[in-house]
């Protein structure tokens, strides 16, 4: 019998996951992060959220999310390890 | 007794740059981004550096006269989810146009020399580009008198 993963237990918004919603309203549990990041002598930050991958499509690579009231568009979407779960880069709008 | 020319020159030049459209009063001299890196509020920025100078005897004698040519780099960084490049071109422009109206006696000429190839990111949350705009700028002293311009 195949091991069936249930990531959801690693996405309760009650611990360290939020809610985030996807253009069209979707709404879904990731892991956001936003360290600074510096480029070329300016100050930004490097936000990214980790999602179950079936929650966010490939085709939602030029959409919005919204995290914590703030708008991003998503510039990329990858693969983490085996592939069930996926980095998002965003973009702040 | 007078600075040295090529600071009269820098400041010059900082003064002139100092308050355009696009930039405002976001100008620097020497920063050094890595450690202190422009802040959002900072931005679009224009920072002013030394980048060196030939020298040259055009007089021998003990009252030598030297021909100078002091290379100052501006270097605009923009940050915009769109239009960066547009924005380093407007810039551009009115850097060009503040330098040409210096009126200094302090040197003969000033003229652009190089735009040099523009640097862009996209890893962090908005797209960073930035473009160096360079000058040489023709200055004439007495070898021992560097703070009197001829």
Redesign the interface.
């Known amino acids: 019998m195949p091991l069936v993963e249930d990531l959801t237990a690693f996405y309760r918004t009650s611990e360290f996951a939020v809610s985030a919603t996807l253009q069209g309203g979707t709404v879904v549990p990731v892991i956001f992060d ?1 360290a600074a ?11 990214q959220a980790r999602a179950i991958a079936a929650s966010v499509a490939e085709s939602a690579v030029g959409q919005t999310l919204v995290v914590n009231a703030v708008t ?1 568009r998503i ?1 990329n979407r990858s693969a983490l390890d085996d592939g069930a779960e996926v980095m998002l880069q ?4 | 007794m007078a600075d040295h020319v090529r600071e009269q020159i820098a400041v010059a030049f900082v003064n002139a740059l100092t308050g355009l459209a696009t930039t405002g009063a976001n100008v620097w001299r020497e920063r050094d981004t890595d450690e202190r890196p422009l802040r959002e509020a900072e931005l679009p920025a224009l920072l002013v550096d030394d980048d060196g100078e030939p020298a040259e005897i055009s007089t021998l004698g003990t009252a030598r006269i030297l021909t100078r040519r002091m290379r100052l780099r501006v270097t605009a960084h923009v940050r915009a989810l769109t239009g960066a490049g547009t924005s380093l071109n407007q810039i551009l422009k009115e850097v060009e146009i503040a330098v040409a109206g210096i009126s200094s006696a302090a040197f003969k000429y000033s003229s652009i020399t190089d735009v040099s190839a523009r640097e862009a990111s996209e890893g962090a949350d908005r797209p960073v580009m930035r473009q160096s705009f360079n000058f040489d700028v023709l200055y004439m002293t007495a070898h021992n008198a560097p703070d009197v311009p001829l």
Not at chain 1, 37 to 47: I, K, Q, R, V, Y
Not at chain 1, 90 to 93: D, F, Y
């Open positions: 936003a990041f510096d480029a070329l002598g300016m100050t930004g930050s490097s936000p991003y510039r965003l973009e702040r709008q």
